[in-house]
């Protein structure tokens, strides 16, 4: 479903990715972990088309990145949703609206937005709070909008770009326990984090990154801490 | 999103971005609608005297009809003659009846005999007028030539000078419309960069993200002309008599302002009123484009 060949990207000459190959299959649920600068961000920003990979080949689906014409880079976001971990919601629209967002822009009509972003508000346990404003909401609620949001248009893929940054840690349980729910329904997750817990507690295939460099792939990989910021996976 | 409440509500926010944005496109398409309108009917007073007889000859009381004859037959043997009507001291008392017909004290002491008779004449081609005039001035009985060419030409140059500064006042108001709505736009998607960053995010398309901005840009311009129009139109109503008493002459003018509940004034109204808010919309419109290309290339 998804596939990097040999991927790179430069930042004024500095390596942000270096020849990074691996693939993820349609269903899985994946914790990238690696300090900070390892290329995280940087590799789901490929995803969406955010930025675009010095070399190399990325394939979503049918897509192939590279190729794809600007005028068509929407279509591949309606396809992946995405989870922030500053949130980026709209502070002048209601957990509502910022939900229906989603939904508006692909042009559903207002009957359907409201059924279907009732029903993800039921699933992220914000049905009772829908109309409240994101500054009357707490970090875990804000959160659970965004990932309402990135998921009502039912993306085939979710990225979250370390989701459980800014919460504490049983909020943080909380937003990956409705995370393996949306996995468990067909989406495939790709959740970059910083979170040791979270990824030791769930055990989900981890892909470690460093310098730009894959440094491990195993299914049900553990977090361990290696001093000044390393990490790796363990079995 | 619901695409016009959106637009309000970026309206109110910036109610004073807005305005000055709105009186641009008024003082714009204020200028450019009088402009317009007095360049429109110079056109049609420069027609009408153009299509009046090029020379009018007025014969002495003494002349008798032969004499006029006998002018028109020298005349058409140029060949460059298009037609003559003489017109009899009788036919003069009709015309002048016709006119005056709503002033009685102007008709009471005038017969047929104070009018002259007179010939009309118009040429193939204004060229000849200079060849025919000496013929004309020459002939048995003739009192006086007037000579339309001399008018004409006087209401060209005006015309003319009418256009030339109408089309380069309403191009630098263009132009400073333009650069209003640029910098209004420019800056309201500046404040909106995170909003705008968000829905692009979320997949959000190109026209998706651009309308609204287009639009805005638009109804300042159809604001603005719309305030235009009824000033304008105001205007108009206000000084129909004097217009009429002006330039009642002209048909198309005395049709349209003849009657103020009339269909022609309605009708003529009516499409002055739309072609300003196409225009208008254009313009702002294209403002807004402009700027969303230089501020949002990616």
Redesign the interface.
Known sequence: MIRFDKVSKLYSGHPALSDVSVGIDKGEFVFLIGPSGAGKTTLLRLLIHDIVPTSGVIHVDNWQLDTLPKKQIHLLRRKIGTVFQDFKLLSDRTVFENVALGLEIIGKTEREITTRVHDVLELVGLADKKNLFPVQLAAGEMQRTGIARAIVGGPSVLLADEPTGNLDPDTALEVLDILSEINKIGTTIIMATHNVTIVNDFKKRTIVLNEGKIVSDEEKGRYHTMGKGKAKAKK | ?KLFPSIWKHMRRSPYQASVAVLTMFITFLLGGVFLITSVSSVLILEFFEGKPQITVFFTDKAVKADADSLDKTLRATGKVASTAYVSKEDALAIYREQNKNDPLLLEMVTADILPASLEVSATNPLYLKELEPLVRQAQGVEEVVYQKDVVETLLTWTNAIRVVGVIVAGLLIVNSLLIIMTVIGMKIALKR??I??????????W?IRMPFIIEGGLYGVMGAFVAWIMITGLIIWMQPVILGFLGMIPVISLILGSLTGTPFFLAAGGFLAGMLLMAFLLGAIGSTIAIGRYLKN
Do not use: D, N, Q, W
């Open positions: 999103m995170e909003e960053e968000i829905l692009a995010l979320v997949g959000a398309s190109r998706y």
